[in-house]
């Protein structure tokens, strides 16, 4: 493809990328026809695909762009109406609104009467308002049913420290009555500043284009925009310290300290920042390279917790532990967790060979991985928990897609999508299990498939080199080359 007609082509992919978004958000399909919203939500995959296929032939200055632009527009379609998915960001209101009251997000539930000062009819509907399939029913002191837009209404918050400072920075910034808008806001401010974040990153390493993995997935639009999910910012954390910084070095490990203080889940990140660091050879200073990255995490994560413990009378953990039970991490007999282990393994030994399976993946990135692309370790750590683990919420995968632009292994993004499909697809499918399963077994295999594309692609490269004959060449040790370009 000519790169002038390569720039029409993309151009219009964007558009009819934008275009089914703006029509799914827009849309109450998730209750009243989950079927046709997972339609579109696999149209916008496909149409995700086939733009950043075309971005291949682009030329090298229309890719920043292209890449910008498309980013503002997914990430608008987020903003056309309110969160469809997920209830996640009215808990965000509700933690910003009870911190501006100088009250700890930590010390009491939604429901507690204690804080009943604070309610609003729109977090806290009555009558006839409360019998729409996402409101969730409290206690009534008058007779009239009573409700809560946000989930589980009778537990406390789950979010860390800096996820909370990020509620409250948003309420003291919201103009009264704005409700949820603030917070898709802030979600699509966050996902563009990712982008252009990863564009300069990636032109400094010589092409752009793998930024457009994050900037026009659809995911971000639904669950970092529509959805508000605070993860953005959590990857928003983590691809500067991987990037700007350097994950190896002390401010590196604090903003993976900040990204961990707003999800948990970029801790899984941090074999990647250690790429390399067991590699055989002189220990010399081996020490202090891990904590020039561990202390200042730990350190962030702490201070972060401190004016919450000392304010808190409840525990600052929230409903981390009832949330994991819950969802089953701790329970290998519940059917939606660890799914492709289940294929092969008793569901007794799910749990341990998943542990196992991490501890070899992650032994092998501390001893193998490359010190010089970093991001690579935590994408196959990242990724392999989530095909290990293969959760049902989508929003975790944000993390992934944030990844998966750093290093270029399109590949992975099939987990990312493999997500959506159980999330959303699941409330369709007449067996939602094996949906996910299926989903997931697609995605592991889509992972091997760009895995052996890529050995077979460095395999020519050192056929078609010159020496590639000589015994002593044939002998020495292979080293991978860099991805191609996406």
Same mark, same amino acid.
Request: proline share 8%; net charge positive; hydrophobic share 50%.
């Given at each position: ?24 958000? #827009? ?19 496909? @149409? ?12 090298? #200055? ?23 998915t997920s209830s996640d960001a009215f808990r965000y209101v509700w933690?910003? $609104? ?46 009239? !049913? ?6 589980? !209404?009778?537990?406390?918050?789950i979010y860390p420290p800096v996820a909370e400072g990020y509620f ?10 704005? #409700? ?15 982008? /252009? ?8 390493? /010589? ?47 604090? @903003?993976? /300290? ?6 948990? +889940?970029?801790?899984?990140? +941090? ?9 055989? %050879? ?54 939606? $967790? ?6 092969? +393994? ?20 501390? $001893? #193998? ?7 690579? /370790? ?13 959760? %049902? ?25 493999? %997500? ?13 299990? @094996? ?19 890529? $050995?077979?692609?460095a395999a020519a490269t050192d056929r078609a080199a010159p020496g ?19």
């Amino acid at each position: 493809m000519k790169p002038r007609t390569a720039v029409t082509v993309t151009t219009a992919l964007l558009a009819a990328l934008t275009t089914v978004l703006a029509t799914a958000v #827009r849309g109450d399909a998730y209750f009243t026809d989950p079927a046709a919203l997972t339609g579109w939500y696999a149209a916008a995959w496909a @149409l995700f695909a086939a733009a950043a296929w075309s971005l291949r032939s682009v030329s090298a #200055r229309h890719v920043a762009p292209l890449v910008l632009a498309g980013s503002v527009a997914v990430a608008a379609t987020g903003l056309l109406a309110e969160p469809r998915t997920s209830s996640d960001a009215f808990r965000y209101v509700w933690d910003g $609104r009870v911190q501006a009251a100088g009250i700890s997000p930590y010390d009491h539930a939604p429901a507690d009467p204690a804080l009943a000062h604070l309610r609003d009819p729109w977090l806290f509907p009555k009558g006839a308002q409360c019998a729409r399939p996402e409101r969730f029913r409290i206690a009534s002191d008058t007779g009239q !049913p009573a409700c809560s837009r946000i989930n589980r !209404p009778y537990v406390h918050t789950i979010y860390p420290p800096v996820a909370e400072g990020y509620f409250l920075l948003v309420q003291e910034l919201s103009p009264p009555g704005t #409700r949820h808008k603030p917070f898709q806001v802030g979600g699509a401010l966050l996902a563009v500043a990712t982008s /252009g974040l990863l564009l300069y990153a990636l032109r400094r390493r /010589g092409d752009g284009r793998a930024a457009a993995y994050w900037a026009w997935c659809p995911a971000v639009a639904v669950e970092a925009v529509n959805s508000a999910h605070a993860d953005v910012l959590s990857v928003l954390f983590t691809v500067a310290a991987f990037t700007v910084v350097g994950a190896r070095r002390p401010l590196g490990g604090a @903003l993976l /300290g900040a990204g961990i203080a707003t999800k948990l +889940l970029p801790a899984v990140t +941090l074999p990647g920042a250690l790429s390399g660091l067991a590699a055989p %050879g002189p220990a010399r200073g081996r020490a202090r390279r891990a904590l020039a990255v561990l202390l200042p995490a730990a350190a962030v994560v702490a201070i972060g917790y401190l004016p919450y413990i000392l304010i808190s009378d409840s525990s600052v953990l929230g409903y981390l532990s009832g949330y994991t039970q819950e969802e089953g991490y701790d329970d290998a007999t519940v059917k939606n $967790r660890y799914a492709l282990l289940r294929l092969v +393994l008793p569901d007794s030994w799910a749990l341990p060979a998943t542990l196992a399976v991490l501890a070899v993946v992650v032994g092998y990135v501390l $001893r #193998r991985g490359d010190p010089e692309r970093p991001w690579r /370790g935590a994408l196959l750590v990242t990724g392999t928990a989530f095909l290990l683990l293969t959760p %049902g919420y989508s929003w975790y995968a944000l993390l992934l897609v944030g990844l998966v632009a750093l290093d270029g292994r399109w590949e992975w993004l099939g987990v990312a999508a493999a %997500g959506a499909a159980k999330y959303i697809g699941g409330r369709a499918a007449a067996d939602p299990n @094996l949906l996910g399963t299926t989903a997931y077994a697609v995605a592991a295999l889509m992972v091997a498939g760009g895995w052996a594309l890529r $050995r077979r692609a460095a395999a020519a490269t050192d056929r078609a080199a010159p020496g590639a004959t000589d015994p002593a060449r044939r002998t020495a040790p292979h080293r991978e080359p860099e991805p191609p370009r996406p």
